[in-house]
């Protein structure tokens, strides 16, 4: 799998060390062990699914992420890129709104030794009730209509957010945002290709 990744652009060791370490079968249903290694998305139920390597590899690298740095991750989903970006050394805060995979995620993560810190909530709005920010880094594992500001306004001046923002086809463009100040006119936007997401739910019951 490390070697694909490197042919489709993935240069930061860091992020191949990490993702050779952490076993991708592990999160998913074991009738799909044979496929746990393809670069392919898979679904883990509650409509959700555990995303490409080729899109967890090409997110961390876009983080820029050195160790120590805290990262809020918006759809801990299966726990895979919360594993990952763990393995890279990064504080990980994790926010999860539907309930059966938060409470079977935040389980495996703990049973592996990873310290990731788990809240069950509305990604939309961060962890604006729990005092860890302001987070070096913003993640976001689902397809976003727009750029949440509650996300920004808990992003340090000079951290990077990486988002996948809907386009006009139905897919998401990856854009890298550099906060260099709290208005949107001071934000550096670097776009880096479409992907496919499942959607970021804003304001609506969590399952």
Sequence with gaps: MVD??????????????AMDEVPRHWFIDSAFDALAYEDRALHIGCEQTISHPSTVAMQSQLLCLQPGMKVLEIGT???YQSAVLCRMGAKVFSIERQKGLFDRT??????????????????????????????????????????????MDQLKEGGIMVIPLDDEDGKQEMLRITKNGPAQGEWKV???G??????????????
């Design 194 to 207: 479409a992907y496919s997401f499942v959607p970021m739910l804003d304001g609506r019951q969590m399952g």
């Design 190 to 192: 670097e776009k880096f």
């Design 77 to 79: 989903g299966s726990g």
């Design 106 to 151: 935040r389980k495996l993560l703990s049973d592996m030794g990873l310290r990731v810190r788990c809240y069950l909530g509305d990604g939309y709005q961060g962890l604006r009730e729990v005092n860890y920010g302001p987070y070096d880094r913003v993640i976001v594992t689902c397809g976003a209509r727009e750029i949440p500001q509650a996300l």
């Design 4 to 17: 694909a990744l490197r042919r489709k652009g993935i240069a930061d060791e860091a992020v191949l060390k």
